[in-house]
């Protein structure tokens, strides 16, 4: 059968593949610990479930509108009013299934063949695909562990073409935690409006900021250049509902309108039963969100702390989301010269999964997820460490 060419220049996700592996290895009868998901290991909270069940009950199951129930737009809308007093309306919003729907669908809608879309290396393993797949360039702009894997304006007016048509903005990061401080956010933003530089802004994990870290966004960038600026966000986790694939993004109105064009022919709408439940957290108490925030803190303190114990490993503190991205290429050898064979390795001997840097543009690193009780996250780095040689 032939394929489309198109998917040539696709990778399968790594993320998934070190999953596939780990589930493998265990029904072969191994122990494995799995570092390797980036999902929390918290239950979605108990109004957030009920919502979902009255839902069924009173038989919301009928399609709704492709971009969401209007009561959900809004809610969405009122979050960025909540959390960083910017005014968004509910024709500003699209609900899509998670937030790399909500992604994929931005480039399809604003990238023609040969743009070229700037991302901060490490990123997100989806980003480079999700532009190749709309017929767009992308441009990796690499970081340095000594700057935080964070990226300057420098940086972009390096790598700044004629083509350029749009940077993406991952804070805090996946996968390093790197989080960018508002006056940060607000350079970088300046620099792409100075060149008519498009924006989108990854904030899934906005609620998930570490102290003395506060949370940023683009809302204000957004505001007075919605032509400019696209926002995505979701409740996978902050609310621990990964699974029940809520997203949405925030542009101006013929995007959304254009957004909702293209997931009106792939998709249609969330979920109904989703929507009510994303209806219910938006507008519900956030407490159980601060005591997981709180929890996933604790751990990166002492993840960090053991980490920082090994010799020759290089791996600065995440201010946000739930991951660490050590640097151990110091431990690469004829066994393992890379991060994709030592993960391998750690996974089959170790029983330890990680996730390999090379998913993420950087080949020296390995990805850890610290959202596991600590007692597990205790026994799984023991394990990597010796695993590594350096306990």
């Not at 300057?152 to 004629?162: E, K």
């Not at 993004?249 to 064009?261: C, E, N, Q, R, W």
């Not at 029983?351 to 600590?374: K, N, T």
Request: proline share 6%; hydrophobic share 45%; glycine share 6%.
């Amino acid at each position: 059968m032939r394929l489309a060419e198109r998917l040539q220049v696709v990778k399968p996700s790594a993320t998934l593949a070190v999953s596939a592996k780990a589930m493998e290895l265990k029904a072969q009868g191994k122990k494995i610990i799995s570092l390797s998901v980036g999902e929390p290991d918290f239950n979605t909270p108990a109004h957030v479930r009920e919502a979902a069940k009255a839902a069924i009950d009173q038989n919301f199951t009928r399609y709704t509108q492709v971009a969401g129930i209007p009561e959900l737009r809004a809610a969405v809308g009122a979050y960025y009013k909540k959390f960083y007093d910017v005014d968004v309306a509910g024709k500003q919003v699209v609900v899509t299934n998670g937030g790399k729907q909500a992604l994929y669908n931005y480039f399809q809608c604003v990238l023609n063949p040969g743009d070229e879309v700037l991302i901060p290396a490490p990123y997100w393993v989806s980003y480079p695909d999700m532009v190749a797949l709309a017929g767009g360039v992308p441009v990796i702009v690499d970081t340095l562990a000594e700057h935080g894997y964070k990226i300057n304006p420098a940086d972009i007016m390096r790598a700044a073409t004629a083509k350029t048509r749009c940077l993406v903005l991952n804070s805090p990061s996946n996968p390093t935690g790197a989080t960018y401080t508002q006056a940060e956010l607000d350079l970088l933003v300046e620099t792409c409006l100075d060149k008519g530089i498009l924006v989108i802004s990854d904030e899934i994990y906005d609620q998930l900021v570490y102290a003395p870290n506060t949370p940023a966004s683009c809302a204000k960038w957004f505001a007075s250049h919605p032509e400019h600026i696209a926002i995505t966000n979701g409740l996978a986790k902050s609310f621990a509902m990964t699974g029940w694939r809520m997203g949405w993004l925030v542009a101006h109105t013929p995007l959304i309108d254009a957004m909702d064009m293209v997931q009106s022919q792939s998709t249609s709408n969330v979920c109904s039963i989703v929507q009510k439940a994303a209806l219910a957290a938006l507008t519900g108490p956030w407490d159980e969100v601060e005591a997981m925030r709180a929890a996933f803190e604790q751990r990166r303190n002492m993840v960090m702390d053991i980490i920082g114990g090994w010799k020759g490993v290089v791996c600065p503190s995440p201010a946000g989301a739930f991951y660490a991205f050590p640097d151990v290429s110091r431990y690469y050898d004829h066994r393992s010269p890379d991060s994709v064979s030592l993960c391998n390795r750690l996974m089959e001997e170790a029983g330890v999964a990680l996730v390999p840097g090379e998913a993420f543009g950087a080949p020296r690193c390995v990805r850890l997820s610290f959202a596991l009780d600590e007692a597990t996250l205790r026994t799984a780095l023991a394990a990597m460490a010796q695993g590594l040689g350096v306990a």
